[in-house]
């Protein structure tokens, strides 16, 4: 699956390069998003499933920024989020898992007529994972806090991630051509970990981490604004 979907994203990259009109362009262009990812993290679900803790959903709702630079057509720049907590349990304990990312990014832009706007990013950057874990029976109590200090756990994990996206804009007024103003459009790609990162607990590194990668693609709204000029 990884390398049909690198084959169809340098495939497309090429056939839109041969039809590109052979325009500079110059500006800027920025956007909050907003959408699903589909992240799967295989290796963590496996630990939680073993120590009887209900499995992580894959679908989450995802929202954040992103923003370029354009300089003779290359676009330079990058994105961040965050996506939906999830929660989780076996009974005995309660958890919450929360994912962040970040990106940096590179990308050429392809006009497709006046109207819209197409380029691919590629990049790199990472993934923040933050679990918090503890028992139903915990209470606010000073004293209890004190006599049993592990009742909370915090668990940190920071995961590399390779970010490959197809993007498409469209001006509300106006053309790709130049000038500026309120712009629409939607990013659709695929991110996955190479390595298994680095994982903390309490500020302590964890050994017996989750083995499996982080991974899934994504589709979101971009609703933002930009400028191009020739």
Same mark, same amino acid.
């Given at each position: 699956? #990884?390398?049909?979907?690198?084959?169809?994203?340098?495939?497309?990259?090429?056939? %839109? !390069?041969?039809?590109? /009109? #052979?325009?500079?362009?110059?500006?800027?262009m920025g956007f909050f998003s907003f959408g699903l990812t589909?992240? #799967? /993290?295989?290796?963590? =679900?496996? /630990?939680?499933? !073993?120590?009887?803790?209900t499995a992580l959903q894959s679908n989450q709702l995802s929202f954040g920024g992103e923003g370029f630079g354009i300089v003779n057509n290359f676009l330079i720049g990058g994105r961040g989020g965050g996506m939906g907590r999830q929660q989780f349990s076996n009974g005995t304990n309660t958890g919450t898992i929360t994912n962040s990312y970040g990106s940096f990014l590179l990308g050429y832009t392809f006009p497709v007529g006046k109207k819209l706007l197409f380029y691919p990013l590629v990049g790199f950057g990472g993934i923040d994972s933050e679990l918090t874990i503890e028992n139903s029976a915990t209470t606010n109590n000073m004293g209890n806090a004190l006599a049993n200090p592990n009742q909370i756990t915090v668990i940190k994990a920071e995961v590399p991630i390779l970010d490959f996206s197809l993007n498409f804009v469209v001006p509300v007024f106006g %053309?790709?051509?130049?000038?500026?103003?309120?712009?629409?459009?939607?990013?659709?790609? @695929?991110?996955? %970990?190479p390595a298994a990162g680095n @994982? #903390?607990?309490?500020?302590?590194?964890?050994? =017996?981490?989750? %083995?499996? /990668?982080? =991974?899934?693609?994504?589709?979101?709204?971009?609703?933002?604004?930009?400028g191009f000029g020739g």
């Open positions: 699956m #990884k390398k049909f979907s690198l084959l169809l994203f340098v495939a497309l990259l090429l056939s %839109s !390069a041969t039809q590109a /009109q #052979k325009i500079s362009r110059f500006g800027g589909d992240v #799967k /993290q295989p290796g963590l =679900n496996t /630990q939680l499933t !073993a120590a009887g803790y %053309s790709v051509a130049g000038g500026g103003g309120p712009m629409l459009g939607i990013t659709a790609g @695929y991110m996955f %970990s @994982y #903390k607990m309490n500020g302590r590194d964890l050994i =017996n981490v989750p %083995s499996g /990668q982080i =991974n899934g693609f994504y589709v979101r709204m971009l609703f933002g604004g930009g």
